[in-house]
């Protein structure tokens, strides 16, 4: 059976330049970077070149990037890094509830820890409002964390406009970018945060790779303390192999970057538009400001889990809400944020594309997903409605 | 939220300093090994537990006990359904 494999922001597969680009670096070229002979000085050349290419693709200096393991890994790093170094001046955070859970449950750490955190709500699109975080500021508050773009839903937040006010009151800005660098154009300074985190497998690039890049002049206590790898800010002897991968993917997707949405945008729109005509399937998220390769619906009466069986078992791999949702027979903490009702949440569903689905694949999935539909709402218990249950619908209708 | 005290479990888990959503995956999987009517003993400080746990016993037939408290952490009780 062909596969159809949808769930782009789970994971991508490897471009296979940058397979090509990491091989040496597993075999022959194996060397320590810390070393002072040339198996060392090969490797730490290798890793400088791939901080160029990454910085590259995001408009940063070579010296702001650091070299983590995950984009989950620069997230804590954000968050713990920056409220310690600044805790003197505050304790006190805004967090987005759009945010990732290395977001949210490092800041629960901090919280534990004596820090305040305040979570900021979000409209029924996912948008954080920039006068709402003006209003939850306080004197403490040292740092603002909001997503650039979730991947339950795609919704591409307003950096700039929460920069602007963070700035007039010396606040340090951190964007978890893990799911828009390499897929839409992310540009550090222009969006003018302090931190931004990424992970290299969301662009074709391999997993174990990821990366902080801290703005010049910005104090950042480490989450790893042992060697002087990453400036002394990231003890540990570099994942080689992957650092270059993620610098040769880096390379490919800004060279790539606009060939790439103008082909996955259309695709995606390709498959907003053919829900719209299932019935009581609604659209999370914005529908234009948006991911280019991001769909994201929530079906009604119907648990999410059992919709990804049934297509898995068509061949389209696809993905519900967040892993703390689909393993914990939990409503998303993103989609309640957003206002829709836990019952609805239950049946969430996200299509994301990537550069290997085709026209055709988004043809077979709109053919196969009614029928999915159809069979589960005819075993759902609340197939004729709610019932004593909350009521469904609050959120953006494709319809 | 109910407070017992003296409960004896017939299997404890400790799960202090692991977060969402551990709690309900280490929840499912040790309520997997016990027979109905056994008590499992979760020892967490994640507070998001204090509502989670007794909603995940009601939607699966599950008794929730209640909790008791310690200074640096929660345990809470939980006694395996029927069905």
């Known amino acids: ?399 | 939220m109910k407070f017992v005290q003296n409960v004896k479990p017939d299997v404890t888990t400790d799960i202090v300093y692991m977060m969402c959503p551990m709690h309900l995956l280490k929840l499912e999987e040790q309520m997997k090994e016990l027979e109905p009517g056994q008590i499992l003993e979760i020892m967490t400080d994640y507070d998001g537990a204090l509502e989670d746990i007794p909603d995940w016993c009601k939607k699966t037939n599950n008794e929730f006990l209640g909790i008791d408290e310690t200074p640096d952490f929660f345990k809470f009780y939980i006694k395996k359904g029927t069905r």
Not at chain 1, 65 to 83: D, K, V, Y
Request: proline share 5%; charged share 20%.
């Open chain 1, 1 to 399: 059976m062909k596969k159809y494999y949808v769930d782009h922001v789970a994971t991508n597969p490897l471009h296979p330049d940058v397979l090509k680009a990491m091989m040496p670096y597993f075999t022959e070229e194996f060397g320590n970077p810390l070393s002072v002979y040339e198996y060392g000085m090969k490797a730490k050349a290798a890793i400088e070149s791939a901080r160029e290419q990454v910085a590259g693709l995001v408009n940063a200096k070579p010296a702001e990037i650091i070299f983590t393991a995950s984009g989950a890994e620069a997230n804590n790093f954000a968050l713990r890094g920056i409220a310690l170094a600044r805790q003197n001046e505050g304790k006190h955070l805004l967090v987005s509830r759009m945010e990732h859970h290395s977001v949210l449950n490092a800041a629960r750490f901090l919280e534990k820890s004596g820090f305040t955190v305040t979570y900021l709500p979000v409209d029924k699109q996912g948008f954080v409002a920039p006068e709402t975080v003006k209003k939850m500021i306080t004197k403490e508050t040292t740092l603002i964390s909001v997503t650039h773009a979730s991947s339950e839903v795609g919704t591409i937040e307003p950096i700039q406009e929460i920069v602007a006010i963070a700035k007039e009151r010396n606040i340090s800005v951190h964007t978890d970018a893990v799911a828009t660098t390499g897929n839409i154009p992310v540009d550090m300074p222009d969006l003018g945060v302090d931190v931004m985190s990424m992970a290299a497998h969301q662009f074709y690039g391999p997993k174990g790779a990821g990366a902080l890049v801290v703005k010049q002049g910005t104090r950042i206590v480490p989450l790893i303390y042992g060697g002087i790898q990453e400036s002394g800010r990231r003890a540990g002897t570099e994942n080689v192999p992957a650092i270059v991968g993620m610098g040769k993917a880096a390379e490919l997707a800004k060279a790539e970057l606009q060939e790439r949405m103008a082909y996955l945008r259309p695709l995606r729109d390709k498959i907003i538009d053919a829900m719209a005509n299932v019935e009581r399937v609604y659209l999370t998220g914005d529908r234009n400001n948006r991911l280019p390769a991001h769909a994201s619906f929530c079906a009604e009466y119907i648990e999410g889990e059992a919709m990804l069986l049934l297509l898995a078992a068509k061949g389209i791999f696809s993905a519900s809400g967040s892993a703390c949702s689909s393993k914990a027979l939990k409503a998303s903490p993103v989609l309640l944020s957003m206002g829709i009702p836990s019952g609805l949440a239950q049946g969430s569903i996200v299509f994301s594309l990537g550069m290997g689905n085709t026209p055709e694949d988004i043809d077979y999935i709109a053919a196969e997903f009614p029928a999915v539909i159809k069979r589960l709402r005819e075993i759902s218990p609340y197939s004729q409605g709610w019932g004593d249950k909350e009521e469904g619908g609050s959120c953006t209708a494709t319809k």
